[in-house]
């Protein structure tokens, strides 16, 4: 039997199945497609994947060879300036999804993860002690846990029966990936023009992004679209299409906004669009899913372990669900402010005032880079719940920072005032959590006597405020042996 079946081989799965590789499970990813797509939905990295990347040590690899912007917009009000006193990554890397699947399964293969292509997960059946799973024509397999990463028409979902509520599509949109004759002087996504929205990015030398937004009508989704189709949407809006030619992808979406209403039945686990679909604006979706994936994956690992309790694994949802729901509110405001009108002209006026004072843009940047994301974590000290800052650190091994502490996968227990307790507290953790002395310059920790970190970098304790360590421990990383 594996230890864990991922239906679904996009960056989704593929990054639960490197987080669970990582922590020495046993698992097999599962994908419909005979091969990779070489065209790409997403262009956006935010900054905390960025971070949960270089938790790991990969940061490097994605960065490398991309453009970084250093600002990002809301509803196409711009700028949104990273603070960059937050984060050591404080842009938005415009890195095309086909590049970062790649990445991410060559990193699988470094670790060993079996993906078998052309093989679609078609049935499910669970008991107490694992599910056996049907894929067309081949022999059904047997996991202990099955994980739905299969996008927004997921089987896994359906198969489980968990409802999908949300809203209809309000509006079409389209995409080519093409090369100007004539690109305008200031490309810009998305401008506004009466009969609705069109505009084009430079994302890789030479290649731009086209895109074309009509509201108030909506395209049968199962009609693809033709290149034809879409150069006569975009000189109908913008008056122009640049000289576009040579489209390498085109496609068409909606602003369908839907979440899981259960990313966990029993031995079965919903992540990524599988759980929760919304616009693209602000470029969330990808982000959003990886971020599930490093909540679930070191969960799901200390199931398979033997030190995680249900309430450990029932905390994906009750973690994540919340922000999948913060980040459809936020598209749907997003494209409530980009509909056509005076009504609207007049509300964009008023917020692009206000993004102006730096409170609100700190807020927007903080909601769609997710570096704002806590979790409702048992504690009265202000970073518990919170990401780990990235803090420069000194240790017995020499210099460092905390995001290197993770690249294991295991908790850190950072002692940051060389207290002999905290060694005798975490003996029974082991193995599990690494207790690391350490000095460090960063004003984010003063006054911070020591911090318990989830292998996903988000804080579950810090002294002196919150006193109970062991109980903590228990929580998050099962009984002491
Ligand atoms: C135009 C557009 C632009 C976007 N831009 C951004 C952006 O800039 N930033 C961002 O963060 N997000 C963006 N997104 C969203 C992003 O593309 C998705 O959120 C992301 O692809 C979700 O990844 P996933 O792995 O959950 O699902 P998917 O990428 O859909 O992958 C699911 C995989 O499961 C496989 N599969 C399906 N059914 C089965 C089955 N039964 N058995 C086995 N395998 C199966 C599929 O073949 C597929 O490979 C954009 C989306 C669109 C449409």
Redesign the pocket.
């Known amino acids: 039997m594996t230890d864990v079946v991922i ?9 639960l199945a490197c987080e669970l590789r990582l922590a020495g499970v046993d698992v097999l990813v ?4 005979t091969e ?2 070489p065209h ?7 900054a905390r ?1 960025l971070e949960v990347l270089d938790q790991r040590g990969l940061a490097e690899r994605f960065l490398e060879g991309h453009k970084r912007a250093p600002t990002t917009h809301f509803a196409g009000l711009r700028p949104l300036e990273f603070d960059a006193s937050a984060t050591r990554h404080p842009y938005m890397l415009l890195i095309p ?1 086909a590049h970062t ?1 790649r990445l991410l399964a060559e990193r699988a293969a470094e670790l060993g993860v079996e993906i078998r292509y052309g ?4 049935g499910l059946a669970q008991d107490a002690d694992g599910v056996d799973i049907e ?2 024509g081949g022999a059904p397999l047997r996991a202990r846990y099955l994980v ?9 979902r359906r198969l489980l029966g968990v409802d999908f509520p949300g809203t209809p599509a309000t509006l079409t ?1 389209m ?1 080519a990936d093409v090369t100007l004759d004539d690109p305008p002087a200031t490309p810009a996504l998305l401008a506004r023009h009466p009969g609705g929205q069109a505009g084009v990015l430079e994302y890789e030398s030479g290649m731009y ?1 086209a ?1 074309t937004i009509e509201y108030d009508t909506v395209a049968d989704p199962d009609v693809p679209v033709t290149f034809d189709e879409f150069k006569a949407t975009f000189r109908r809006i913008a008056g122009t299409d640049h000289g576009m030619r040579d489209a390498i992808w085109v ?1 068409r ?1 909606g602003d369908a906004a839907r979440q899981a209403d259960r990313y966990r039945v029993g031995r079965v686990f919903l ?7 919304h616009n ?1 604006s ?9 971020q ?1 994936a490093v909540n679930l994956g070191w969960k799901l690992a200390a199931a398979v372990h033997g030190h995680a309790g249900e309430d450990l694994l029932d905390s994906y949802h009750t973690e994540r669900h919340p922000v999948g729901a913060r980040v459809l509110q936020n598209t749907h405001a997003q494209v409530a402010l980009s509909r056509p009108g005076h009504a609207v002209d007049a509300l964009r006026e008023l917020f692009a005032e206000l993004i102006r004072a730096e409170e609100v843009n700190r807020r927007l940047t903080g909601l769609v880079s997710a570096l704002d994301v806590r979790y409702p974590v048992d504690g009265a000290h202000p970073l518990t719940g919170a990401r780990m800052p990235d803090a420069d650190l000194k240790t017995a091994d020499g210099d460092t920072r905390m995001s290197r502490l993770l690249h294991s996968g295991r908790g850190v227990l950072l002692d940051l005032t060389e207290d002999p307790a905290l060694r005798s507290a975490a003996a029974g953790w082991a193995g599990r959590v690494d207790l690391v002395p350490a000095r460090h310059t960063d004003a984010r920790l003063d006054g911070v006597d020591a911090v318990l970190v989830r292998p996903d970098g988000y804080v579950a304790w810090a002294a002196p405020t919150d006193v109970t360590l062991p109980h903590a421990l228990t929580t998050w990383f099962g009984p002491a042996r």
């Open positions: 239906a679904g081989g996009g960056p989704v799965g593929l990054m599962l994908e419909r497609l990779r797509v790409s939905k997403a262009l956006g990295m935010h994947t999804q699947e093989t679609e997960v078609t894929v067309a739905g990463c299969d996008g927004s028409r997921s089987t896994v949109a995409i992004r895109m496609s979406f992540s990524g669009d599988a759980a929760h679909i693209p602000g470029g969330q979706g990808l982000n959003l899913g990886v599930d």
